[in-house]
C-alpha cells in the first residue's frame, strides 16, 4: 500500500518562504519522477515541477528562480523549498507519482500567502 503525505503547508506572508516535504510510503523499490502540482478552486492542477531519479529538474515558468525540488531517496521524501512567495502562490499543493500502472497523489498542503 502506497501512501503519500505531504506537510509543511500555512500561512506566510508576501515574500516569505515554506518548504513542503512528501513522504512516500509503502513497498517501493524506486520512483523514477516526483512532482509537484497546485491546484486553486475553480482552476485546473497545475505542474510546479518535478524531479528525475538522477536530479535533473524542471520548474513552471512562473516558479522559475523562486521555487527549488530536491528529494532524497533514503527517506523516500520530496521537498519543495518555496520562497519569494506570492498572493498567486495561494493554492493546495501535492504530491504525485506514478509507479505503472498506477498514479499516486497526497491529500494535499493547503499554501496561503497574503499581500
Known amino acids: 500500500q502506497v501512501q503519500l503525505v505531504e506537510s509543511g503547508g500555512g500561512l506566510v506572508q508576501a515574500g516569505g518562504s515554506l518548504r513542503l516535504s512528501c513522504v512516500v510510503s509503502g513497498s517501493i523499490f524506486s520512483i523514477n519522477v516526483m512532482r509537484w502540482y497546485r491546484q486553486t478552486p475553480g482552476k485546473q492542477r497545475e505542474l510546479v515541477a518535478f524531479?528525475?531519479?538522477?536530479?535533473?529538474?524542471n520548474y513552471a515558468d512562473s516558479v522559475k528562480g523562486r521555487f527549488t525540488i530536491s528529494r532524497d531517496n533514503a527517506k523516500n521524501t520530496v521537498y519543495l523549498q518555496m520562497n519569494s512567495l506570492k498572493p498567486e502562490d495561494t493554492a493546495v499543493y501535492y504530491c504525485?507519482?506514478?509507479?505503472?500502472?498506477?498514479?499516486?497523489w497526497g491529500q494535499g498542503t493547503q499554501v496561503t500567502v497574503s499581500s
Open positions: 524531479i528525475t531519479s538522477g536530479d535533473s529538474t
Open positions: 504525485n507519482i506514478v509507479l505503472p500502472p498506477m498514479n499516486y
